[in-house]
């Protein structure tokens, strides 16, 4: 089981951006889907999680910004983000409960990370 993140990339202050991650692999179910950001020198945040009855809960930095959402069919996760500001400026990974086929029981697991840089 893989996630791959994509859509980063630099971006104005103001501006908006949509995050993919997608699952692979021999996925059985996916429970709940999140994303996290680390900041430059600092440690990682979660900025948004969608359990799989699509009940979501966001930071309070992002929060009226920021919507997460899945497409189950796809086993993929996205987070669109507006009115970006230059402290969004993060790493951003996203983070799943995955079953899969392969191991009896449920698994945490990790995308490779996608830098967002918010900046003029």
């Known amino acids: 089981v893989q996630l791959q993140a994509s859509g980063g990339g630099l971006v104005q202050p103001g501006g908006s951006l949509r995050l993919s991650c997608a699952a692979s692999?021999?996925?059985?179910?996916?429970?709940?889907m999140n994303w996290y950001r680390q900041p430059p020198g600092q440690q990682r945040e979660l900025v948004a999680r969608?359990?799989?009855?699509?009940?979501?809960v966001y930071a309070d930095s992002v929060k009226d910004r920021s919507t997460i959402s899945r497409d189950n069919a796809k086993n993929t996760v996205y987070l669109q983000m507006n009115s970006l500001k230059p402290e969004d400026t993060a790493v951003y990974y996203c983070?799943?409960?995955?079953?899969?086929?392969?191991?009896?029981?449920?698994?945490?697991?990790w995308g490779q990370g996608t830098l967002v840089t918010v900046s003029s």
């Open positions: 692999g021999s996925i059985f179910s996916i429970s709940t």
């Open positions: 969608i359990r799989s009855t699509g009940s979501t």
């Open positions: 983070n799943a409960d995955i079953r899969s086929w392969t191991t009896p029981n449920t698994r945490n697991y």
